[in-house]
């Protein structure tokens, strides 16, 4: 099928992409396309204009800072998982950005396009959710105050599809702190075979000290509308030894933090996924603590 008739704008800076949103209703930002072209075919949306802001460098780049990761929102999946910058500040996201669709998807999709786009079946919302990253948005009145405002991963997403961005909004980059030494952080998932999408995505990061946890962060999607915090779990974890029992008991307490939210399709139903996310959630951090590795 074929999208229906649209227009199409350049935009030469972030300014004027959003003045191109505030001046056309219902215009949509296109960024890498993997997202929003395959739903125009579909006539799942159809926007009357796209915005293309592929070209705006100023939106691009890896940066590390003051104990602090920068993304520029269109920067592509390949050049994070490239990154050495990435891979020593928050290696959860690194190997998260190889498990990415295939080579063509990660050389053009964009972090940023991956999250606005908020599919609950993707990866990077959960990774960044669990890393407590910061997306920078853009808009009209931060043009005119000469600033941005800054939204948090555990506000930034709504639900399917949906996030915290306004409608003449563009996210321009996303920042998450540095991982410290004695921190651990992973991203395991049971992964749909055709597609490589998160059936159950589960991400943990957890601090220890002298063999304890002192601090963790746990999130589950795939199977929700939103990546979902664990904090049953993470109680459970903080001021215990990291040994097989104690993560055990600990994750499958994620049922508790879940409700109805869970959903389920043709390949695997609400029941089943919720038990995997203590399955997933396990592996994580498993792997993140050394009790077991990627083969």
Not at 51 to 60: K, T, V
Not at 168 to 194: C, F, G, R
Not at 273 to 283: D, F, N, V
């Amino acid at each position: 099928m074929f999208a229906k008739q649209f227009d199409y704008k350049k935009a030469s800076s972030v300014s004027d992409a959003v003045q191109l949103l505030s001046n056309n209703d219902g215009a949509k930002i296109l960024a890498g396309g993997h997202s929003l072209i395959p739903m125009m075919k579909l006539r799942l949306a159809q926007p009357p204009m796209l915005i293309d802001i592929g070209g705006l460098e100023e939106m691009r780049g890896i940066s590390v800072e003051n104990g602090n990761l920068r993304i520029g929102a269109l920067t592509t999946h390949a050049e994070i998982a490239d990154s050495h910058d990435v891979k020593d500040a928050a290696g959860i996201l690194w190997e998260a950005a190889y498990g990415i669709g295939d080579p063509q998807v990660r050389n053009r999709g964009t972090i940023g396009g991956n999250v606005a786009h908020a599919d609950p079946a993707t990866d990077l919302p959960t990774v960044l959710t669990v890393m407590d990253a910061k997306f920078v948005i853009q808009g009209q009145k931060g043009m005119l105050g000469g600033g941005s405002r800054v939204v948090s991963a555990d506000e930034f997403f709504l639900g399917p599809y949906e996030t915290a961005l306004g409608e003449n909004e563009i996210l321009t980059s996303i920042e998450m702190p540095v991982l410290a030494a004695n921190q651990h952080a992973e991203y395991a998932k049971m992964a749909h075979p055709a597609t490589s999408f998160a059936v159950v995505g589960a991400g943990v990061v957890v601090t220890v000290d002298d063999s304890t946890c002192t601090a963790a962060r746990v999130a589950v999607g795939g199977f929700v509308p939103k990546p979902t915090r664990g904090p049953s779990v993470e109680q459970a974890l903080v001021g215990k030894e990291l040994t097989a029992e104690n993560i055990a008991a600990a994750t499958d307490l994620i049922e508790n933090d879940l409700g109805s939210d869970a959903f389920g399709d043709i390949f695997a139903s609400a029941e089943y996924r919720q038990a995997m996310a203590a399955i997933e959630l396990k592996h994580a951090i498993f792997h993140a603590t050394g009790l077991a590795h990627h083969e």
